[in-house]
């Protein structure tokens, strides 16, 4: 039985999986200096068109955290959406390996920042008692589903550039947006102001990995001691690294990424035509949020489904992966309406 409660649930796709079994030969030096990490480096490097900085780390809160306490000292602070995956879902990660930076939320609808939000939190006080704003950071696709376009991007980098704050992305469903929108990674990326990306893997079906990917390499001083300090740095990198070379080539990535969006698209088409069902947000990446009656809810989880109501801006959120299929699709639709007649 396929699940919605979230792409973690997914296992490793077929490409990770051979690539992550093809490094496991003989003996290969440790800590990074393998030949995937190196290849893997350069994969992503050609990705983005630019030179830029490539760090590996085991999950998407250890990525953020570490990138953004590289961004800013413990007396500055990141601005970020109210519902952002750093501010509610984190543990408060971002503060503690930075030393105390403090997250300013700020609102804008469907879950993403604008360039009037993001002012708003940069002139709300300017002394000395108050966190010095240093950070944006956008969660794309953002914690509800929706995708900054390359425009909007550049509109808030614009802004935070004009006040001297750096921007850094949270992009564990990066492939979601990319595949969405049809665009060139480099297009919502640094072309539009992005100086550091946290590129998730994990979601995309890898085994466990995140890339942080630093296109100002200025900004990445000293990271490698950073991961280390925080244990991150794999002794046996390849492992980490390598099943990227799998999802990387023949953009298997994207294709995985247009499928668990299709299947979103499908689930909420389905949605609409079930009694008692309401989207919350335009569907435009691999998740669906919905406000479902109590007994839909109730009677959704006897049935044995597991999905999750306390993420983003509540409601039910249902997941798509890379391998969710139309049959469980259908099969969960098919239970919604059973209730909705009940």
């Not at 240093?134 to 808030?156: F, N």
């Not at 942080?212 to 200025?218: K, P």
């Amino acid at each position: 039985m396929q699940h919605f409660a979230s792409d973690n649930y997914a296992g490793i796709c077929p490409e990770a999986l051979q690539a992550l079994i093809e490094a496991n030969v003989g003996h290969a030096p440790a800590y990074g200096d393998d030949e995937w990490t190196s290849r893997v480096s350069d994969r992503l490097r050609e990705l983005f068109a630019t030179d830029c900085d490539v760090y590996f780390a085991f999950n998407g809160t250890a990525a953020n955290s570490l990138a953004l306490a590289a961004l800013c000292q413990s007396y500055h602070s990141v601005i970020c959406h109210e519902v952002a995956h750093v501010e509610t879902d984190e543990c408060g990660g971002p503060e503690f390996f930075s030393n105390g930076s403090k997250l300013l939320t700020a609102g804008g609808d469907n879950g993403k920042l604008t360039p009037e939000s993001v002012l708003e939190v940069i002139e709300r006080r300017n002394d000395i008692h108050y966190p010095k704003p240093k950070v944006v950071t956008l969660t794309q696709s953002t914690e509800v589903g929706t995708v900054y376009r390359p425009d909007e991007v550049a509109a808030i980098a614009d802004m935070a550039h004009r006040h001297g704050l750096n921007v850094h992305m949270d992009g564990a469903r990066f492939s979601n947006a990319v595949a969405s929108l049809g665009v060139a990674p480099a297009d919502i990326t640094w072309r539009a102001g992005v100086q550091v990306l946290c590129f998730g893997g994990t979601k995309m079906g890898l085994p466990v990995g995140e890339a942080i990917v630093f296109f100002d390499r200025d900004l990445s001083e000293d990271f490698a001691r950073r991961c280390k300090q925080a244990g991150q740095l794999a002794s046996k990198m390849r492992f980490l690294s390598a099943p990227w070379l799998g999802i990387l080539d023949n953009d298997t990535w994207v294709r995985h990424a247009r499928n668990a969006n299709a299947m979103a698209r499908r689930l909420a088409d389905g949605l609409a035509k079930i009694p008692g069902t309401a989207l919350m947000f335009p569907v435009e990446s691999n998740s669906v949020f919905v406000n479902l009656t109590p007994a839909m809810i109730e009677g959704l989880r006897q049935r044995g489904w597991r999905f999750y109501t306390f993420i983003g801006a509540g409601g039910a959120r249902f997941m798509c992966a890379w391998d969710t299929t139309e049959e469980s699709v259908d099969a969960l639709l098919a239970d919604l309406r059973a209730l909705a007649s009940s």
